[in-house]
C-alpha cells in the first residue's frame, strides 16, 4: 500500500490502514523523540500524540509537499521541541543557559562508560535544540537534507550551515570528554 492509498484510508476511518501506519512509523518516530529529548517516557508521550494526529488530522497531509515520513517527523519535532520549551520555562533556564552547560565539562548525565557510542549519544544530547534536530533527523533518521529542511522550516543552505555547527561543536565536545578521561559528558 502506497502512502497515499495508506492516508486515503485513514481518512476515510480505516482502522486497519491506521494500524499499518503505526506499524511502518511508530518506531522510527519513536527513536527521534528519544533522541531529542532523552527521556523514554516523553519520547513515547510524543509518539502517541504523533499518531494521534495521524488519525485526526490525516486529511491535512499534503503530498505534493513532503513525503508522509516527513510530514510525521514535522509533527513530532514539533511536539519535542514544544516539550523541550515547557520543560526549559519550568527550570529557567534559556538557550544562552544551555549553550553554556552543553559546552561545559560536567553534563547532569554522567555516563560511566567511555563507550564511543555512550559518549557520542551523550554528546548530542548537549547540543541546541536545532543543531540536535538536524543532526539526528539526517543521520539516524536517514532523511535527506530536504526532508529535513522542510521539517525545521528553513532552506537547505541554512541546514547545512546548522549541520556543520552541530558537526563542529559535536566533536569538540567528543575531543574534550576524550581528553578528560571519557567521563564528563
Known sequence: ????????????????AFSLAVMRFARSLANYAYRMLGNEAE?????????????????R??????????WLHRITHNL?????RKNRLLT?????QLDDESNAAGHEEAFDQGAMSDRLHA????????QRSALVLTHFQGLSNRDVAIILDISVGALESL?????????????DTENAGGAHL
Not at 529557567?92 to 544562552?96: A, H, M, R, V
Not at 554528546?123 to 536545532?130: D, F, G
Not at 556543520?164 to 575531543?175: D, F, M, P, T
Open 123 to 130: 554528546a548530542i544530547a548537549t547540543l541546541p535544540e536545532r
Open 163 to 175: 549541520l556543520a555547527r552541530a558537526r563542529r561543536q559535536l566533536k569538540s565536545l567528543l575531543i
Open 61 to 70: 497531509w499534503d503530498p505534493a509537499r513532503a513525503s508522509l515520513t516527513t
Open 1 to 16: 500500500m502506497t502512502d497515499e492509498q495508506l492516508m486515503a484510508a485513514i481518512t476515510g476511518g480505516d482502522r486497519e
Open 92 to 96: 529557567g533556564q534559556n538557550d544562552d
Open 43 to 59: 519520547a513515547e508521550d510524543v509518539t502517541q500524540e504523533t499518531m494521534l494526529r495521524l488519525w485526526t488530522q490525516a486529511e
Open 80 to 84: 519535542c521541541i514544544d516539550l523541550i
